[in-house]
């Protein structure tokens, strides 16, 4: 059975493969991706996250915002 | 527009936040928390005992940079809710003005605040520091 861990591992893997391609039309959106397709792209997270609770009930689905620039954890850099 | 003011303490600025829940736009129940501002943070986040409180589940990986390098870590999507100054200071009994969903990170546990204010949330807010230790804070 299926894992949200291993849903949003794969997801992840399959995104980033896809990302160059994404980045051109879609920077700054969020992806919402289901076994490893991305379902639709998303202009902030609450709308991808709650069609993802619309349309997947079971909870297995994942979102990435299309970037390729690390998050900087501030303060916490040195914790 | 709704303003907050406060004064720091010298060492960092904490201020009453709210954390809510993203996947029920209707859902304004909160957990409040102390929360630092943190104008060197990408993003906002929280800390494993709000996520737990919230039961909030991870939607996401992301890649942050640290003092200690660059690590995968999981990305919660959920709401920050800020006060507005009542007569005596920000009022935590009544209802916050919240922010669009974000999506933050969850951090390790600090003594000192429970949710960190990041760019993500600031970037939509007036924030002023003055040298006398007043701030303020204006959002909405």
């Known amino acids: ?79 | 527009m709704p303003e907050l003011n406060w004064r720091h303490n010298g060492r960092r600025i904490v201020i009453p936040a709210a954390i809510l829940r993203a996947d029920n736009p209707a859902d304004l129940s909160y957990e409040t928390v102390t929360a630092l501002v943190d104008t060197g943070a990408t993003s906002s986040g929280i800390m494993p005992h709000v996520v737990e409180t919230l039961a909030l589940l991870p939607h996401s990986k992301r890649l942050v940079k640290g003092a200690h390098g660059e690590a995968m870590v999981d990305g919660f999507v959920f709401r920050v809710g800020l006060f507005a100054d009542s007569d005596c200071g920000a009022s935590t009994t009544a209802l916050p003005y919240v922010f669009d969903a974000i999506m933050g990170l969850r951090f390790s546990p600090s003594e000192h605040f429970a949710a960190i204010i990041g760019m993500d949330i600031l970037s939509q807010c007036d924030f002023l520091v003055a040298r006398n230790g007043s701030c303020r804070l204006t959002f909405g």
């Open chain 1, 1 to 79: 059975m299926t894992t949200l861990r291993s849903e949003i591992d794969a997801n992840f893997d399959s995104f980033q493969r896809q990302l160059q391609a994404s980045l051109a039309r879609h920077r700054g959106e969020y992806a919402l991706l289901r076994h490893g397709e991305i379902v639709k792209f998303f202009v902030d997270p609450g709308a991808a996250l709650t069609a993802g609770v619309k349309h997947f009930p079971d909870g297995m689905f994942s979102i990435q915002e299309v970037s390729d620039e690390p998050l900087d954890l501030g303060v916490w850099s040195h914790a």
